[in-house]
């Protein structure tokens, strides 16, 4: 039985005596899916289906199912407000898609990571995986690559017109990685780069030609000159 977890007493130790469901599956990504689709409700079930699926995929060596294992894993830990945990599982995710080349993985696994050590109060790692996601970010071949992600997901996943129409834009992903550094360097009292990274939001052309998005740098911005002078 592989230690998914490292900590005693955490989502993975479960008794022995519990039945691992019985499946002729031998694609990893089946076996994924069906973790995805019930964990939220059985996470024991999903945890013996994450073991199956990753074993499966170290017996084929295929790297990108063990990757999305080991991502399973952490959104299952975050789920369950184990953040220490989802960071831990997280960052095995990541070693693993960097070898694979894949950046858009990547980029999704260090914005995922600085979340959860965000949540976990470790706010040097925290920022240390933030700043590697933008770093990445700016690289032309990941910008494509996520991009295509994004496109993919959208068309498979479509809105309709109403909602379209009185949605606020979203912020994108390098955008709202920023707002959350500023949120963490204010919360060290680091007031001058929690300043500076809202900055950098405000300067993007595509939140200079978007009113709503302006609204909620200068809310952001707000926030901050009070906390400072208080």
Same mark, same amino acid.
């Given at each position: 039985?592989?230690?998914?977890?490292?900590?005693?007493?955490?989502?993975?130790?479960?008794?022995?005596?519990?039945?691992?469901?019985?499946?002729?599956?031998?694609?990893?990504?089946?076996?994924?899916?069906?973790?995805?689709?019930?964990?939220?409700?059985?996470?024991?079930?999903?945890?013996?289906?994450?073991?199956?699926?990753?074993?499966?995929? %170290?017996?084929?060596?295929?790297?990108?199912?063990?990757?999305?294992?080991?991502?399973?894993?952490?959104?299952?830990?975050?789920?369950?407000?184990?953040?220490?945990?989802?960071?831990?599982?997280?960052?095995?995710?990541?070693?693993?898609?960097?070898?694979?080349?894949?950046?858009?993985?990547?980029?999704?696994?260090?914005?995922?990571?600085?979340?959860?050590?965000?949540?976990?109060?470790?706010?040097?790692?925290?920022?240390?995986?933030?700043?590697?996601?933008?770093?990445?970010?700016?690289?032309?071949?990941?910008?494509?690559?996520?991009?295509?992600?994004?496109?993919?997901?959208?068309?498979?996943?479509?809105?309709?017109?109403?909602?379209?129409?009185?949605?606020?834009?979203?912020?994108?992903?390098?955008?709202?990685?920023?707002?959350?550094?500023?949120?963490?360097?204010?919360?060290?009292?680091?007031?001058? %780069?929690?300043?500076?990274?809202?900055?950098?939001?405000?300067?993007?052309?595509?939140?200079?030609?978007?009113?709503?998005?302006?609204?909620?740098?200068?809310?952001?911005?707000?926030?901050?000159?009070?906390?400072?002078?208080?």
């Amino acid at each position: 039985c592989l230690a998914l977890f490292p900590a005693k007493g955490s989502v993975g130790d479960f008794p022995q005596s519990y039945t691992r469901q019985q499946t002729s599956a031998k694609d990893p990504y089946a076996l994924l899916t069906k973790a995805r689709e019930v964990y939220k409700k059985d996470t024991r079930q999903a945890i013996v289906l994450i073991e199956e699926a990753l074993l499966a995929a %170290l017996k084929q060596n295929n790297i990108p199912a063990q990757g999305e294992s080991y991502q399973l894993l952490g959104d299952i830990n975050a789920h369950l407000k184990q953040p220490d945990l989802a960071a831990a599982n997280y960052q095995k995710a990541l070693s693993l898609f960097r070898k694979t080349g894949n950046r858009a993985k990547t980029l999704e696994l260090l914005k995922l990571s600085g979340k959860a050590y965000e949540d976990a109060e470790d706010y040097t790692n925290a920022l240390a995986n933030y700043q590697a996601f933008l770093k990445e970010w700016e690289t032309p071949a990941a910008r494509s690559s996520k991009l295509k992600v994004e496109k993919t997901q959208s068309a498979q996943a479509p809105v309709s017109s109403s909602v379209k129409a009185s949605k606020k834009p979203a912020l994108n992903e390098a955008e709202e990685v920023r707002l959350a550094m500023s949120a963490i360097y204010a919360k060290q009292k680091n007031f001058d %780069l929690s300043v500076q990274n809202l900055m950098e939001v405000a300067e993007d052309a595509e939140v200079a030609t978007s009113p709503e998005k302006d609204l909620i740098v200068n809310d952001k911005l707000g926030d901050v000159y009070k906390e400072q002078n208080e």
